[in-house]
């Protein structure tokens, strides 16, 4: 089977790993749906979705497919006033860069569909790309209501933006390159060799302003129910309403697994550095496997990532929009900028990873 994969040219090769990734993208965004739910429902001691079930087994494991076909068979209303290409089009520029994003990860070692150099710079423009079609949904609605919601929704994204490229400056500081696969590389050593414990604070800015970028709680202002009905995208209905869905969940898992690559090694094992290459428990079949660097490693920590995503949820409050206006202007992007600092200090005076 290797044999008959080498074989193939490359640009197959690349098809058959871009049509694989997108299946399983789109099964995620599905399933995490649905383990939002359960896990939510598990932390207010209640049962979640238990009725829909795959071919009359597994409870509610059917549930993800009851809501897509509920969304795709009702009907799409497009306001007689609004501007009909961008309405429609809107949706579709919010999620094509989830999933684009995803050709320069490293999904296992030393693999990347796209193997750029200027990897992170791909990432940066990709994740502004998407505020474009929240503001066009709310302004192509010519709906007050929505373009309101679109104007809020796109100015938080803006200043939590510039707070998670601050962050992204320190890493590009430690890794010395602009691609995610020498990033990963930098990290090698096992846990403690990762970047998250020496860039810290800023791996906690990265994460609260992936959070805030998502439109997630407690970041949610653009979708609160009691001032401004659903925010950007009240006028959708249908299978337009499903693609902002899907894109906010595809973000989701996006955020959890470069946070993943950046700050936690993506595909390396933890193990990584602390154990010796020839070590016994390498040597056992399976077991060997699943300790060494691999695509789970990756899969793991982008899981635990969205469970974080789901716990914020389940936890806090909604935020004041002045106060997380406040939060990503007044302090994530100080700290950004006074840890950047501390870390020229340190690669200036050798300490830590940059002792070498």
Same mark, same amino acid.
């Given at each position: 089977?290797?044999?008959?994969?080498?074989?193939?040219?490359?640009?197959?090769?690349?098809?058959?790993?871009?049509?694989?990734?997108?299946?399983?993208?789109?099964?995620?965004?599905?399933?995490?749906?649905?383990?939002?739910?359960?896990?939510?429902?598990? =932390?207010?001691?209640?049962?979640?979705?238990?009725?829909?079930?795959?071919?009359?087994?597994?409870?509610?494991?059917?549930?993800?497919?009851?809501?897509?076909?509920?969304?795709?068979?009702?009907?799409?209303?497009?306001?007689?006033?609004?501007?009909?290409?961008?309405?429609?089009?809107?949706?579709?520029?919010?999620?094509?860069?989830?999933?684009?994003?995803?050709?320069?990860?490293?999904?296992?070692?030393?693999?990347?569909?796209?193997?750029?150099?200027?990897?992170?710079?791909?990432?940066?423009?990709?994740?502004?790309?998407?505020?474009?079609?929240?503001?066009?949904?709310?302004?192509?609605?010519?709906?007050?209501?929505?373009?309101?919601?679109?104007?809020?929704?796109?100015?938080? $994204?803006?200043?939590?933006?510039?707070?998670?490229?601050?962050?992204?400056?320190?890493?590009? =500081?430690?890794?010395?390159?602009?691609?995610?696969?020498?990033?990963?590389?930098?990290?090698?050593?096992?846990?403690?060799?990762?970047?998250?414990?020496?860039?810290?604070?800023?791996?906690?800015?990265?994460?609260?302003?992936?959070?805030?970028? *998502?439109?997630?709680?407690?970041?949610?202002?653009?979708?609160?129910?009691?001032?401004?009905?659903?925010?950007?995208?009240?006028?959708?209905?249908?299978?337009?309403?499903?693609?902002?869905?899907?894109?906010?969940?595809?973000?989701? $898992?996006?955020?959890?697994?470069?946070?993943?690559?950046?700050?936690?090694?993506?595909?390396?094992?933890?193990?990584?550095?602390?154990?010796?290459?020839?070590?016994?428990?390498?040597?056992?079949?399976?077991?060997?496997?699943?300790?060494?660097?691999? *695509?789970?490693?990756?899969?793991?920590? *982008?899981?635990?990532?969205?469970?974080?995503?789901?716990?914020?949820?389940? *936890?806090?409050?909604?935020?004041?929009?002045?106060?997380? =206006?406040?939060?990503?202007?007044?302090?994530? $992007?100080?700290?950004?900028?006074?840890?950047?600092?501390?870390? =020229?200090?340190?690669?200036?005076?050798?300490?830590?990873?940059?002792?070498?």
């Amino acid at each position: 089977m290797s044999a008959l994969w080498e074989s193939l040219p490359g640009f197959l090769r690349s098809t058959a790993v871009i049509l694989l990734l997108t299946v399983v993208l789109i099964l995620s965004v599905a399933y995490l749906t649905l383990w939002e739910r359960k896990l939510i429902g598990w =932390m207010q001691v209640r049962r979640g979705p238990n009725r829909v079930r795959i071919f009359g087994f597994l409870p509610g494991w059917g549930q993800p497919f009851a809501d897509v076909i509920k969304l795709l068979i009702k009907e799409v209303v497009v306001p007689s006033q609004s501007n009909k290409i961008l309405f429609r089009l809107a949706p579709a520029i919010t999620l094509i860069p989830a999933f684009a994003i995803w050709a320069v990860i490293p999904v296992a070692p030393d693999y990347a569909i796209a193997n750029v150099d200027a990897g992170l710079l791909y990432v940066l423009s990709l994740t502004s790309v998407g505020v474009y079609g929240v503001i066009l949904a709310g302004w192509a609605s010519n709906s007050k209501y929505a373009f309101l919601g679109a104007m809020r929704s796109a100015a938080q $994204i803006v200043a939590y933006e510039i707070a998670m490229g601050f962050a992204l400056v320190g890493v590009l =500081m430690a890794a010395g390159s602009l691609n995610l696969g020498a990033i990963i590389e930098k990290q090698q050593g096992g846990l403690f060799s990762w970047n998250w414990f020496w860039l810290f604070p800023l791996f906690i800015v990265y994460f609260i302003s992936g959070v805030a970028e *998502t439109n997630r709680a407690p970041f949610d202002v653009a979708e609160g129910e009691s001032e401004i009905v659903a925010g950007f995208h009240v006028e959708y209905s249908g299978i337009g309403f499903a693609l902002f869905f899907l894109a906010e969940y595809a973000n989701m $898992i996006l955020i959890a697994a470069l946070t993943a690559v950046f700050f936690f090694g993506g595909w390396q094992s933890p193990l990584n550095g602390y154990l010796a290459a020839d070590h016994g428990l390498f040597q056992i079949p399976l077991l060997g496997q699943l300790l060494n660097d691999g *695509t789970h490693w990756l899969a793991i920590k *982008t899981f635990l990532f969205l469970c974080v995503f789901l716990w914020l949820r389940a *936890t806090f409050p909604r935020y004041r929009y002045d106060q997380i =206006m406040r939060l990503g202007w007044k302090a994530l $992007i100080p700290v950004t900028i006074v840890w950047i600092f501390v870390e =020229m200090l340190m690669i200036h005076f050798k300490i830590g990873p940059w002792s070498a």
